[in-house]
């Protein structure tokens, strides 16, 4: 699912956010994402979702090799990702409904279809009777179960969180958490960064750990370092 083998990512002034990092989530797997602040948590996760790209080393996404993919292929591979923020990004002179509607919308799914799936994915996070309302009038962690609807509305195989439950108390940062391992349960990939060790701890999944842009831990299975697989996805 992703591979990542010795990805290094300077930016401009010379300094490395990632240094050298190798690591391997399998389709299906939940795993976490922790350290310090400007670790190079959000970096991970903008080269996984096509933001950024690596500086050196391979980074690969379901066999395609994200350093090298032509842009206007972009749009077709983060379809199959789902990105959730810690400040939800809402757009807030909308509804409910159509936040949740927009990535279908966008993609030009059928009135019909937008409608079911939108219904859908506002009923697992728990918010069918909110489809009317303006996010302005939610809670926090109600905003934040529509950003979840939102990107997993298109039935993303893979799900990436950076901080979700930053801004949450803990009775709510387990619920979204809960939401999370749901998916993760019906086979989504699930990468949630976050520094809420102890409820790290409490769920029990593999940890990746960066410190300074190294990889000082990491729970998921051996990276295989071969030039074979270089080769292979290029």
């Known amino acids: 699912m992703?591979?990542?083998?010795n990805v290094t990512k300077r930016y401009e002034g010379g300094q490395d956010a990632l240094s050298n990092i190798?690591?391997?989530?399998?389709?299906g797997e939940m795993a976490f994402l922790t350290g310090h602040s400007g670790a190079g948590k959000s970096t991970m996760l903008k080269i996984i979702s096509l933001i950024e790209k690596p500086t050196r080393g391979q980074a690969?996404?379901?066999?395609?090799?994200?350093n090298t993919i032509p842009k206007h292929r972009i749009p077709y591979v983060r379809r199959n990702i789902g990105i959730i923020f810690q400040d939800h990004q809402l757009l807030f002179d909308r509804s409910v409904f159509d936040n949740v509607a927009l990535p279908l919308t966008i993609q030009g799914y059928r009135?019909?279809?937008?409608?079911?799936?939108?219904?859908?994915a506002l009923d697992k996070v728990g918010l069918f009777h909110k489809e009317k309302s303006m996010p302005i009038t939610l809670s926090g962690g109600e905003q934040q179960r529509v950003g979840i609807a939102r990107a997993v509305v298109h039935k993303p195989m893979l799900l990436l969180a950076d901080e979700?439950?930053?801004?949450?108390?803990?009775v709510l940062s387990r619920e979204i958490m809960q939401i999370f391992i749901d998916f993760h349960l019906v086979g989504v990939s699930v990468l949630v960064a976050s520094h809420d060790l102890k409820l790290i701890e409490e769920l029990q999944k593999p940890v990746l750990t960066l410190n300074r842009g190294k990889l000082i831990e990491n729970g998921l299975n051996p990276i295989i370092e071969s030039t074979d697989i270089y080769e292979q996805y290029r």
């Open 60 to 66: 690969v996404l379901n066999r395609i090799n994200l």
């Open 111 to 120: 009135p019909q279809e937008v409608a079911r799936r939108t219904r859908a």
């Open 2 to 5: 992703i591979e990542f083998y």
């Open 22 to 27: 190798s690591m391997n989530l399998d389709a």
């Open 164 to 170: 979700p439950t930053g801004n949450l108390d803990p």
